[in-house]
């Protein structure tokens, strides 16, 4: 079956600190890869997406993530995190054509003042 | 992008009785999905309800414990029914693009006593 595994569960970092949170998953076919944002007491946003082309992408609030075709990953990364990102993130997956998503489990970012 | 709200968001329900949940979003969409996130886990796909046809329900869900209506293009409803402790979870929907993107309501927390 179809999964989407987010190794870090719970991550703490320091303001200014660098942030890469894993996403891997297990699908052979095309996909379409998101990362979705939940700050406390907010509805789920779109971070940033992929769908084809350059394998970097770049999302809102200085987010980016690669695709790693090879490695079936799609790592979130911010070179300096900040106390306002604190929230969970979320790792989705859409086998394409089929508009539906595979949602990793989430990680718990708190980010120290 | 869509607005999308729902209702309630919060109940606290009794065993054996029915929780119908609203979804409504500022413009029409063809695409609404059900999503359920229960404590400590990820968001699970339930059903896809497109206007004009009948609910496709995910492996795991059935109609009878989660009937969906979909009169028109801004609104949807779920119904959690004959509900058990095992159904507290939150309960969001979300509108697809034409583009595979996903806007999310803010959920219904539902707790079963």
């Known amino acids: 079956a179809q999964s989407v595994s987010q190794h870090n569960h719970h991550v703490i970092l320091s303001e200014a600190a660098s942030l890469e949170l894993g996403c891997n998953y297990s699908?052979?076919?095309?996909?379409?890869l998101f990362w979705y944002v939940q700050y406390p007491g907010q509805h789920l946003q779109l971070l940033l997406k992929?769908?084809?082309?350059?394998?970097l992408v770049k999302g809102i609030k200085g987010f980016e993530a690669e695709f790693i075709k090879s490695k079936f990953s799609f790592n979130l990364r911010k070179p300096s995190v900040q106390w306002s990102d604190t929230a969970e993130y979320f790792c989705?997956?859409?086998?394409?054509?089929?508009?539906?998503?595979?949602f990793g489990t989430g990680t718990r970012l708190k980010v120290l003042a | 992008s869509a607005v999308i709200s729902q209702k309630p968001s919060r109940d606290i329900c009794q065993r054996g009785t029915s929780l119908t949940i609203q979804c409504q979003v500022d413009s029409q969409v063809t695409m609404m999905f059900w999503y359920r996130q229960q404590p400590g886990q990820s968001l699970t796909l339930i059903a896809t309800a497109n206007q004009g046809s009948e609910a496709t329900y995910e492996s795991g869900f059935v109609i009878d414990k989660f009937p969906i209506s979909r009169p028109n293009l801004t609104f949807s409803t779920l119904t959690v029914s004959n509900m058990s402790p095992e159904d507290s979870s939150i309960y969001l929907c979300s509108v697809g693009t034409g583009s595979y993107e996903q806007y999310f309501g803010p959920g219904t927390r539902l707790t079963v006593t």
């Open positions: 699908y052979g076919g095309t996909v379409n």
């Open positions: 989705a997956v859409e086998t394409s054509g089929t508009y539906k998503y595979i």
């Open positions: 992929y769908f084809s082309g350059d394998p």
